[in-house]
């Protein structure tokens, strides 16, 4: 598979400039439109006090609260779910981020107890340790698992924060926060991301702070950018048809190839992406 920077682009249906009204506008739009064709009640999404979970979550309350506003059959509802695993360092700025949102309910889960009965399990049918990076995306998993138990339950869609800036190097734990029923942020940087957060009046302090995919015990809040080895400033600049480093560009590019599997469905035969 050739892929090159206009390729990337296209597939990640990235753009140049955005206007953030419009985006704000198209992307409420679009989950009121899913919604009420698909016939359920509303969304679930867990908010860690991030951007993304921020943004997506806003855009998500916007849409129930329009849709609730325009007709009176049904009342939609969007569950705000709190995924701690255990005690979250960050937990106020979480809180903030709710706070912004309003979200019409809120859930809390904590992932812990599960996660470690996971590890246990698999430690005791292995008798083998689990590494700790595998670990954090059991974490991931556990928090998939838990939004889809509430979706389930409730009748709801599952809203995933996936954009195109974190889908062009597959930073996402594959059936984890990779997994969900629909994904409003897709073809967004993260700076463009942050426009649509400023223009919706959002707590400074959530889209200033470092992204972090905070998964590993040995490695609490790490930067995305530390663990990537690339800077949300270069991948927004090459998802934006800018003008990079060669040497990051083909680092992006190798990236992008190698987790190519985790933006598609499983592999079937008729397949030919991978070839
Ligand atoms: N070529 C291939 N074709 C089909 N499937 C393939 C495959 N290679 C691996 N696989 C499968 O994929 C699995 C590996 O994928 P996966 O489990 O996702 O694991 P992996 O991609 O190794 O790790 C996930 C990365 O995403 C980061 N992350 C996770 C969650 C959230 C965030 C965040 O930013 O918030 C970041 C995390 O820190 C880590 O660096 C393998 O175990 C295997 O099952
Ligand atoms: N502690 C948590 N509580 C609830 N949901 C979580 C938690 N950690 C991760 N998630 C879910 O997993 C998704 C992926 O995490 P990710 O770190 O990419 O996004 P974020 O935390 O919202 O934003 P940022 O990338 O700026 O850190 C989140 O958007 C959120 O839906
Ligand atoms: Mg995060």
Known sequence: MLVNQEKIMADLHSKAKINAEEEIKARVQFLKDYVVKSGTNGFVLGISGGQDSTLAGKLTQMAVDELNEEQKEKTYQF??????????????????????IKPSNQLTINIKPAVQASIASFTKATNE?????????????????????????????????????????????????????????????????????????????????????DLEDDKPGIPDEVALGITYDQLDDYLEGKDVDKTIATQIERRYKMTEHKRNQPVVLSDSWWK
């Open 79 to 100: 569950f705000a779910m709190r995924l701690p695993y255990g005690e979250q360092l960050d937990e106020e700025d979480a809180q903030a981020a709710l706070n912004f």
């Open 129 to 213: 340790q689990m590494s700790l990076f595998v670990q954090g995306n059991t974490k991931a998993r556990e928090r998939m698992k838990a939004q889809y138990d509430v979706g389930a339950h409730y009748g709801c869609l599952v809203v995933g924060t996936d954009h195109a800036a974190e889908a062009v190097t597959g930073f996402f734990t594959k059936y984890g926060d990779g997994a969900c029923d629909i994904a409003p942020l897709f073809g967004l940087t993260k700076r463009q991301g942050k426009e649509l957060l400023i223009h919706l009046n959002a707590p400074e302090k959530l889209y200033l702070k470092a992204p972090t995919a």
